[in-house]
């Protein structure tokens, strides 16, 4: 049976890097990430090339789409397409985890691990955002950062032009239970559905409602 979108699924990559299993996966992904996945310096980053693609491939095999007919393309902005099949998708992955989402319209999803700080966000984020994490105790911000961080690049990613756009272009009002995007004090109509990770946070940016995690678990 054809499942429904959207669709948003969760790989755990551990056991993926477990005695270079990864590269099992290799030959059915496109030579391109074959070829990426191969050149990277770090066994963990290969192991997180090859498992999103494998986890794209799976999903999209969840839609009755063969791998013979997973095409892809890419914008002018270098961001990878579905050139056969009326379906959009986001890809990431961040420590041991891999994300993909699908849906009938665009769609971005980012997941993060905690790594930025107060003094980077003040170079980069819009000074709205600026202003918000300086009402914060030193306890609170690093969450608030962690969140900041995904949704905007989730934001940037359901664009189609990544950090094409600069990240101080637009800003996040965060609230305990739900955050919304504005760009000149207008609201900008998308919908932004976060997940705590242990100790990490994904965000997707769609126009659907929220779905629920799918945890794949291949077959090793």
């Not at 003040?122 to 900041?148: C, G, M, N, V, W």
């Not at 272009?169 to 955050?179: C, G, I, K, Q, V």
Request: glycine share 4%; proline share 7%; net charge negative.
């Amino acid at each position: 049976m054809q499942l429904q979108l959207p669709q948003l699924w969760l790989l755990d990559l551990r056991p993926l890097m477990q005695d270079e299993r990864w590269r099992a996966f290799l030959p059915e992904l496109p030579i391109e990430r074959q070829t990426r996945a191969r050149s990277c310096r770090r066994e963990e980053d290969a192991a997180r090339l090859t498992g999103a693609g494998f986890l794209l491939q799976q999903a999209l095999l969840s839609l009755n789409i063969p791998v013979s007919e997973q095409i892809f393309r890419k914008n002018d902005w270098g961001k990878p397409y579905l050139a056969s099949h009326a379906v959009e998708f986001s890809l990431t992955h961040a420590s041991y985890y891999a994300a993909c989402a699908l849906d009938a319209s665009s769609v971005g999803v980012d997941l993060e691990a905690p790594r930025i700080t107060l003094a980077v966000a003040k170079r980069y984020f819009h000074p709205q955002e600026i202003a918000f994490l300086e009402t914060l105790s030193e306890p609170e911000q690093p969450d608030a950062l962690l969140r900041l961080w995904t949704i905007k690049e989730a934001y940037t990613k359901q664009l189609g032009c990544g950090l094409h756009i600069p990240l101080d272009s637009f800003y996040a009002d965060l609230h305990e239970s739900e955050a919304n995007l504005y760009q000149d004090s207008r609201p900008i109509p998308v919908r932004l559905h976060e997940y705590p990770l242990n100790g990490l946070r994904l965000c997707l940016c769609s126009n659907s409602e929220r779905p629920e995690i799918t945890q794949f678990i291949p077959n090793l």
